[in-house]
């Protein structure tokens, strides 16, 4: 088992891309925003240690597994749940709050049991690992209960991180989409959680939409044989986490407006619509947990119009975490996003890269997600012009694992132009992988 405590404080920093320069009357600009936690950090920072001296910091996971009638259909997809779940809590550091969940039509606590959480170690490991035996198949399938049950656990321990895993094999038939989206709303920014879909028969929307509302990763695992690898990446990137809750902290003068915060990288999330107020003219966008990692943000704010020569701050960046108290502590970094008008007609109209690049990934995933449900809906022209530009973007902006998805689903007679043709035969997990991981997407070349 891996050891992933660190002693010291992560470190954050920003770093802001962009073309400052508008055309008399524009307005409105585009930032790249790149946010770079390391680990570790160096004795001696002026922020405020995270975690106390010498310790890594607490967490707690909860481990949901689908046991729904269909987990039977075949056999060995329990087992190789079962199997999964075993490589996830071999891979808990000790010291980490954990408990599995039986998820069906109810959610019942597998391990430890009693309404609480057991603390990682070779004794409760091995003691979790044989109560997964006991994992049947039956029932039918109401993920809200799971998550519920999660967030009750979770929230019983005085931990910093939070986190849970969610794996369904199947639609969540037994409550309606209301109740489900209630559940997540009230989780949210409470937890966070990596859904997977394993075999083909879940719906993608769904398995997306938790890990979407819950700042997680989503995927698909055709091969049930897979899930232990899957399973043991995810809890060592979730024992790798090292600070909760850090919210984008976006501030912007009097007479701006702010179109959309969308996180762009490793994958596309808009994340306009979960702004929380944070005083004058500043709100907060959540990013979740982070460990040593960086991650890409595109800013669009409307600026007022002004003359040549002109010039201001359109916002300022900075990250900060909620304190039980109320307060919050900035993390330390910070960028700032300018608006300078000129007539220097070259100046204005070149677009910085690394804003059109991310353009044309956040294009890309639209374009696959509108082609593949106008697929489905049998309008096969309106299909292959949305797949055929999708094709286009991901090879102009060397998207290459989008594009091997996608040459799956069509025939690609020319991908500069986004000439391509549907395939007649499309194996089921092919298209399903396709838009599971349409919101992935490739870092700007600097």
Sequence with gaps: MANFAKSQVPQFSMDVYQNEYLPQDGREVNAIVTVTATGGGTVGSAVTPLHPAGRGPSAAVAIMVDCSGSMDYPPTKMRNARDATAAAIDTLRDGTHFAVIGGTHVAKEVYPGGGGLAIADATTREQAKQ?????????????????????????????????????????????????????????????????????????????????????????????????????????????????????????????????????????????????????????????????????????????????????????????????PDGSVQNLGAQGLVRAVWTDDMTA?????????HYT????????????????????????????????????????????KLLAKVVDVVDAATGTVRLKTKVAEADEMTLETRSTKTVRVKK
């Design 131 to 323: 109560a997964l035996r006991r994992l049947g198949a039956g029932g039918g399938t109401a993920i809200g209960t799971w998550l519920r049950l999660a967030d009750q656990l979770l929230n019983s321990a005085d931990v910093t991180i939070r986190h849970g895993i969610l794996l369904t094999d199947g639609r969540n038939e037994h409550e309606s989409p209301e109740d489900l989206r209630a559940m997540l709303d009230a989780c949210a920014g409470r937890f966070t959680c990596d859904a997977r879909g394993v075999g083909t028969d879940w719906e993608v929307k769904e398995v997306t939409g938790i890990a979407s509302a819950l700042l997680g990763t989503a995927d698909i695992v055709a091969d049930p044989a897979a899930l232990a690898a899957d399973f043991t990446q995810m809890m060592e990137t979730a024992m790798g986490k090292e600070v909760a809750d850090v919210a984008l902290r976006v501030w912007t003068p009097v007479g701006t407006a702010i179109r959309f915060v969308k996180q762009v990288a490793p994958t596309v999330e808009d994340l306009t619509g979960r702004r929380t107020e944070a005083g004058p003219r500043a709100g907060d966008y959540p990013t979740g947990s982070w460990g040593d990692e960086s991650r890409d943000y595109h800013l669009c704010v409307e600026v007022p119009a002004a003359g040549i020569g002109q010039e201001m701050l359109a916002a300022r960046v900075s990250l900060v975490v909620p304190q």
């Design 348 to 356: 204005s109209t070149s677009i910085n890269p690394q804003v059109a």
């Design 360 to 403: 044309g990934q956040a294009e890309l995933a639209q374009a696959i997600q509108q082609g593949l449900d106008l697929r489905k809906a049998g309008d096969f022209d309106g299909a292959t012009a949305k797949l055929g530009r999708a094709v286009q973007l991901a090879s102009a902006s060397g998207n290459a694992d989008t594009a």
